[in-house]
């Protein structure tokens, strides 16, 4: 490996904003093929890599549609090359199709999305919209796709080793849920990896090209037998179960002596920590649980903080998605509140505070049941 | 020259191609089934081929090998 | 000299299950041998579509990737920017190419992507039951124009090979037919030189082939060849729409 294409040193501080951390880190974690298609928030991570990966040697392309985008992806991922694709709600809907494919072919793969206001064409503000897309595979078919959701530029820069070593380890995509404050906020960060050197990337035995002196192999998602695609359905179901008890990552904060826990990812998470500060400067605890994997979903620990705390507020930035999988972590053991904000709005601290003394106020309030906290 | 033709009727499908090509005319259907239900193809006159091997050209199940040399 | 005209090596042993007098096996043939031709068996990859030879991947000896319907040209500019020493075919019908999968198309074209596409042309969707096609000829019945395709409702017949040779990425494109004997030892030198391009690394190609469908026409295998000479030759006609190779 050349050692003039490392731009950055292990630990060196920079500043960049959340799409380019990403960017580069998807670079750095041996990327080297990006087909994508323009779309606001996410434009800094194509622009980057159009002469990022030029310099590495790696392959770029404007393509036409994100449905073609993605398809590129496939071919990319057929022969074994980290690819990359990133986009945001709207674009991110029309890649269901292929990913699904490629979901079902089991090939890793990494793509980001950024999310934006929706449905439709919603606007280019912040926003948590497309929670229920990613966590429940998002296209046809009976899927699963390894969600990451970062709360900052260090993670959008980082997050990108950890998940393609996660989508290579277990032959399945895996997906960046940020959203357009991540991706445009500039911040300082520092890349606590170091620069992969692709060829030392082990080769795949599932990839296809040069087939010299073995049988043929073949990338396929049809089955028309029945029991052939029950059996891939079970395989897929028992892949999933094992990444679930294997890899599940969350942040905990302030929970050991707080009375009502936060849960909150991404920007909500981030602007829920200024409010348990302000909390705490008032004498009013508040703790946080930042789910890191949205997929695999960390039920257990919000469960045992749910009966531990009593209380638990979903904060997020839509009218309520990852509320329904901390009720169903809950499973009736605690009060359930939500506050969202939907639209492209982002909540502030105070906010977040003021709702968060709400809720600590309420009293006989049916446990398990979803209390939306905004006044509509 | 010694020309060889074989015609496997178990893949014949019957659509006639090969008799429509063949410039001799040496084609003609069979008068047994085979097992999809085709009365397959078979040579009239062996001797009378040439190997020009315009029927496997045509043949769209690969079930008429040629062998022609000359 | 001997020649020998057996089932090429490029294929595998799989029965293929087409319809009787189908022109996809003609066609999947000619590859075959022009994979044993050039020896490129070991580093080619065949991109099935969707369709009716959406089984392609069972009846090829090399490694292959089944693929989402249309988005075959996308799926093989993924491979060849990878690994631009595969060489690299896509196989597609009148539906995949040029109705749901014709962006994909337009643009691995004017980008002169590296890389094949076998386009057959038989004027209707076979495998889902012979609804109406991009290039269904008008007048001509489908399931989907009971009363024949009129252009003043469904527009007319798009020709492929025409429009891609307006773009300037394409390197060769050439229309043929297998009909008849002699239009499928044209099929063959055309397709063979689309690979040999290919190997070259002179960038994209397309070979068009007029097929019978005689199953989706619903007449006898030697009256769709009958149809394709008089009807859809008129309107496709055969020939080289583009060939920088010839050019100075």
């Given amino acids: 490996m050349n050692p003039d294409i490392i731009k950055y040193k292990t630990g060196e501080k920079i500043l960049l904003k959340g799409n380019e951390a990403f960017a580069e880190g998807t670079v750095r974690a041996g990327c080297r093929f990006f087909a994508g298609y323009p779309i606001t928030p996410q434009n800094e991570i194509p622009e980057y890599l159009s002469w990022r990966l030029f310099e590495v040697g790696g392959t770029f392309i404007q393509a036409e549609s994100e449905v073609s985008a993605i398809n590129m992806i496939y071919g990319a991922a057929s022969c074994g090359a980290r690819a990359l694709t990133s986009s945001s709600g709207p674009g991110i809907s029309l890649k269901q199709e292929g990913i699904s494919y490629i979901a079902s072919a089991e090939l890793p793969f990494l793509y980001a999305n950024v999310m934006r206001g929706g449905p439709g064409l919603g606007n280019i503000a912040p926003c948590q919209s497309d929670y229920f897309q990613a966590t429940r595979g998002g296209g046809h078919g009976d899927y699963r796709i390894i969600v990451l959701a970062p709360d900052s530029a260090y993670e959008m820069g980082n997050f990108p080793k950890l998940a393609y070593d996660t989508a290579e380890k277990y032959r399945n995509p895996c997906m960046i849920l940020a959203d357009g404050l991540i991706g445009q906020m500039m911040e300082p960060l520092e890349f606590n990896f170091d620069f992969v050197d692709v060829e030392k990337i082990p080769s795949k035995d599932y990839v296809v090209g040069n087939c010299k002196g073995r049988e043929m192999r073949v990338i396929n998602t049809l089955h028309m037998s029945t029991d052939i695609l029950e059996k891939h359905n079970w395989d897929l179901y028992r892949k999933y179960e094992k990444i679930k008890a294997e890899f599940t990552l969350f942040e905990e904060k302030y929970t050991d002596d707080a009375d009502i826990i936060i849960v909150a990812y991404g920007t909500a998470a981030r602007i829920s920590m200024a409010a348990i500060m302000k909390g705490r400067e008032q004498g009013i605890k508040i703790g946080l649980l930042r789910p890191i994997t949205l997929w695999p979903f960390p039920e257990k620990i919000i469960s045992q903080l749910a009966q531990k705390v009593g209380k638990v507020l979903a904060v997020e930035m839509n009218t309520g998605q990852l509320v329904e999988d901390v009720q169903m972590a809950v499973n009736g053991k605690a009060e359930v509140y939500f506050y969202g904000r939907p639209g492209g709005n982002i909540p502030t601290g105070d906010e977040i505070l003021g709702v968060a003394k709400d809720a600590l106020k309420m009293k006989n309030v049916e446990p398990g049941k979803i209390n939306v906290l905004n006044k509509l | ?70 | 000299m001997k020649r020998v005209y057996k089932r090429p090596e490029g294929l595998s042993k799989t029965i293929m299950r087409y319809c009787p007098g189908c022109g996809h096996s003609i066609v999947h043939r000619i590859i075959g041998e022009t994979i044993d031709e050039l020896g490129i068996r070991e580093k080619t990859i065949a991109i099935a579509p969707v369709g009716c030879s959406v089984f392609l991947y069972e009846y090829f000896n090399c490694d292959s990737i089944q693929v989402a319907h249309g988005r075959a040209p996308a799926v093989s500019t993924g491979i060849k920017r990878v690994n631009p020493e595969l060489i690299v075919f896509s196989y597609q019908g009148d539906g995949d190419l040029a109705a749901i999968g014709t962006a994909e198309l337009i643009h691995s074209a004017t980008r002169g992507e590296n890389f094949t596409i076998i386009f057959i042309n038989n004027a209707i969707y076979g495998m889902t039951g012979g609804q109406q096609a991009p290039t269904t000829m008008p007048g001509q019945k489908t399931t989907t124009n009971p009363y024949g395709r009129d252009p003043k409702l469904a527009g007319y017949p798009i020709r492929v090979s025409e429009m891609l040779a307006t773009l300037d990425g394409p390197v060769y494109i050439e229309r043929t037919a297998v009909n008849k004997a002699v239009n499928v030892l044209k099929t063959k030198k055309a397709i063979k030189k689309a690979f040999q391009l290919q190997v070259e690394k002179k960038g994209f190609s397309l070979i068009e082939v007029l097929a019978p469908c005689p199953t989706g026409w619903g007449i006898s295998p030697l009256k769709a060849c009958e149809y394709v000479d008089k009807v859809m030759i008129p309107y496709y006609p055969l020939g080289v729409y583009k060939d920088l190779t010839q050019v100075k």
């Fill in chain 2, 1 to 70: 020259m010694k020309v060889e033709i074989t015609i496997d009727e178990s893949l014949c499908k019957a659509c006639a191609y090969c008799i429509e090509a063949c410039p001799k005319k040496n084609l003609e259907f069979a008068s047994n089934i085979n097992k999809s239900g085709y009365h397959p193809v078979k040579v009239k006159d062996k001797s009378k081929c040439t190997g020009c091997g315009m029927c496997y050209q045509v043949c769209p199940e690969i079930a008429i090998i040629v062998e022609n040399e000359s």
